[in-house]
């Protein structure tokens, strides 16, 4: 298990908190936050190589760890430059098929300077997948099936983001991302 005292689990935690529950980015991560099912796993790996290795470890802890509904990879000092890190997406996607994880797990991707495709590095739209620092997100597609079929309007979900992020706008996360820096 992760040292839940790493700065980069600290930040991420905080982020979690503030944004993806606190501004309901994720209605579904407020349940897994208050039963503590979220694994939190520090890559300091700075090589794609050795980050996908790290990247095939945790589909297996996550497979082996039922109790565990996701997982957040971390990445403490490697891809804080945005196409390598879509490069890792990309890659981490790939091998998720090989090692047999597909429609098992699918990934999530955050980063500190995400910019969706066909819009403004400036938009505040980026922020609903900004995080503070690079991260994987593994999820239980299983899970997230079972819960999507319940939820109201699920293909809502990314547009209401939007809207909210554009609502608050750029400066709202800049300052908070910031302060979340600080600690």
């Given at each position: 298990m992760?040292?839940s005292?790493?700065?980069?689990i600290l930040k991420?935690?905080?982020?979690?908190?503030?944004?993806?529950?606190?501004?309901?980015f994720?209605?579904f991560?407020?349940?897994?936050w208050?039963?503590?099912t979220?694994?939190?796993?520090?890559?300091?790996?700075?090589?794609?190589?050795?980050a996908?290795e790290d990247f095939?470890?945790q589909?297996e802890?996550?497979?082996?760890?039922?109790e565990?509904?996701?997982?957040l990879?971390?990445?403490s000092?490697?891809?804080?430059?945005?196409e390598t890190y879509?490069?890792?997406?990309d890659?981490a996607?790939?091998?998720?098929?090989?090692?047999g994880?597909e429609?098992?797990?699918?990934?999530?991707?955050f980063h500190?300077d995400?910019?969706?495709?066909?819009?403004?590095a400036d938009?505040?739209?980026?922020?609903t997948?900004r995080?503070?620092?690079?991260?994987?997100?593994?999820?239980?597609?299983e899970s997230?099936?079972?819960?999507?079929?319940?939820?109201?309007?699920?293909?809502?979900?990314?547009?209401?983001?939007i809207?909210l992020?554009?609502?608050?706008g750029s400066?709202?996360?800049q300052?908070?991302l910031k302060?979340?820096?600080?600690?």
């Open positions: 992760a040292d005292t790493h700065p980069a991420t935690q905080q982020w979690l908190e503030q944004v993806i529950i606190g501004l309901n994720c209605p991560a407020k349940k897994e208050v039963n503590n979220i694994h939190y796993h520090v890559c300091a790996q700075v090589r794609l190589e050795k996908l095939a470890q589909c802890f996550l497979q082996e760890h039922s565990l509904e996701t997982t990879m971390v990445f000092l490697g891809f804080r430059d945005f879509l490069d890792l997406v890659y996607n790939d091998l998720l098929c090989d090692l994880f429609g098992v797990f699918q990934v999530a991707s500190p995400y910019v969706f495709e066909g819009e403004d938009d505040a739209s980026n922020y997948n995080s503070p620092l690079p991260t994987l997100h593994l999820i239980r597609e997230m099936a079972k819960v999507l079929s319940v939820y109201n309007n699920p293909e809502q979900i990314p547009e209401n983001n809207a992020a554009r609502d608050k400066k709202y996360f300052q908070l302060k979340i820096h600080r600690r």
